[in-house]
C-alpha cells in the first residue's frame, strides 16, 4: 500500500509493479482524501510490460478532452479531474487485462 496526495487511482508504474511480479496478488492506494483503491490479478495472469504501458496510455488518452474541458470551464480543478480521469481509465484498462479494481470514496 501507498498514498496519491493527489487521490488519482494507480498509475501505470503501479499497475507494472503488481503485474511484473508474481508474488504480489494485490496492489492497494489511499489518497490524501481518504479514497482508497484496489487492484489485483485474476487467475492465469500473464505479465506482458508493453501492452500494460500502450494499453494504459491508450485508456488515459480517452478521456483527456473531456476532463481537459471540465477543468477549462470551471467545473473541476486540475487535481479533482485527474482523480475522476484516472478512475475511468483504470476502469477501461482493467476491461483489456486480467485485473480486478474497485475504488472506495471517503464517508462524507
Request: hydrophobic share 30%; net charge positive; charged share 30%.
Amino acid at each position: 500500500m501507498h498514498n496519491h496526495p493527489g487521490s488519482s487511482s494507480f498509475s501505470v508504474n503501479d499497475v507494472n509493479f503488481l503485474g511484473k511480479y508474481e508474488s504480489l496478488k494485490r496492489h492497494e492506494v489511499i489518497g490524501h482524501d481518504g479514497t482508497k483503491y484496489y487492484l489485483s490479478k485474476k487467475k492465469r495472469y500473464t505479465y506482458d510490460r508493453m501492452a500494460i504501458f500502450v494499453d494504459h496510455q491508450v485508456c488515459v488518452d480517452r478521456y483527456l478532452g473531456k476532463y481537459a474541458n471540465k477543468v477549462a470551464s470551471g467545473e473541476m480543478t486540475n487535481q479533482e479531474a485527474w482523480k475522476e480521469h484516472s478512475h475511468e481509465a483504470l476502469r477501461d484498462f482493467v476491461e483489456l487485462h486480467k485485473f480486478r479494481y474497485k475504488r472506495e470514496l471517503p464517508r462524507q
